[in-house]
């Protein structure tokens, strides 16, 4: 299960930070995702950080948003600077989880959490 908060409203050039907590009590997670969805667009990928923490940003928001990941408590971050109009979205967080070594990775997502940014 991903439970994603953080959103809110935010005045453009704000910032928010979302977080994606993955509760599980064994097993591991692989690359850890954020997409967002605006209405009447397609999902888009925003970050993602893989298990060594290999970070892929997309370009429409690459100097303004930061991934993160504490593999401890299995937490995801997305880190939201200089917030655009153009950013509210719904922010959905997915990630990949498989409960032993034996097993193959699955795609789990978040509910996700509404950002909206005013001018």
């Known amino acids: 299960q991903l439970q994603a908060s953080g959103g809110g409203p935010a005045q453009a050039g704000g910032s928010l930070r979302l977080s994606c907590e993955a509760n599980a009590k064994s097993g591991d997670f692989g690359t850890m995702a954020w997409y967002r969805q605006a209405p009447g667009k397609r999902r888009e990928l925003i970050a993602e950080i893989t298990r060594g923490r290999k970070i892929n940003v997309a370009a429409s928001v690459s100097g303004r948003f930061s991934c993160s990941r504490e593999s401890a408590k299995n937490i995801l971050w997305l880190q939201m600077n200089n917030l655009k109009a153009e950013d509210t979205a719904v922010y959905v967080c997915?990630?990949?989880?498989?409960?032993?070594?034996?097993?193959?990775?699955?795609?789990?997502w978040g509910q996700g959490t509404q950002v909206t940014v005013s001018s």
């Open positions: 997915s990630a990949l989880y498989r409960p032993d070594i034996y097993s193959d990775y699955s795609l789990y």
